[in-house]
């Protein structure tokens, strides 16, 4: 499976953008997540939905601000970003995987398919 980030880019505090990681195959049976990575920090979890059930996670950090969701018949994955914020600057990645186990999800080591990441960049 490939997988391809976009929609990443500059907006300002407050603002919004949409991410969207177009997969190569089917990917109804992957866990998908998006992550995101800040100058000189380590690679952080962003969101996370399940499966068929759909079933959602956020970091606190995103969590009221951010909405992941995916359409299985378009192999894709969305990431819905309101209220955006100078510390939500990074490099976003969205990964997936089909053996991972629930528990593990959020933990980006347990991901085996990464797409190339987008920049996103909030200032004023």
């Known amino acids: 499976v490939q997988l391809q980030a976009s929609g990443g880019g500059f907006v300002q505090p407050g603002g919004s953008l949409r991410l969207s990681c177009a997969a190569s195959?089917?990917?109804?049976?992957?866990?998908m997540a998006w992550f995101r990575q800040a100058p000189g920090k380590e690679r952080e979890f962003v969101a996370v939905?399940?499966?068929?059930?759909?079933?959602?996670d956020y970091a606190d950090s995103v969590k009221g601000r951010f909405t992941i969701s995916r359409d299985n018949a378009k192999n894709t994955m969305y990431l819905q970003m309101n209220s955006l914020r100078p510390e939500d600057t990074a490099v976003y990645y969205c990964?997936?995987?089909?053996?991972?186990?629930?528990?593990?999800?959020?933990?980006?080591?347990?991901?085996?398919?990464w797409g190339q990441g987008t920049q996103v960049t909030v200032s004023s």
């Open positions: 990964a997936a995987d089909n053996t991972i186990i629930h528990s593990s999800r959020f933990g980006a080591e347990h991901y085996d398919y």
């Open positions: 195959g089917r990917v109804s049976n992957y866990y």
């Open positions: 939905i399940k499966r068929s059930s759909y079933t959602t």
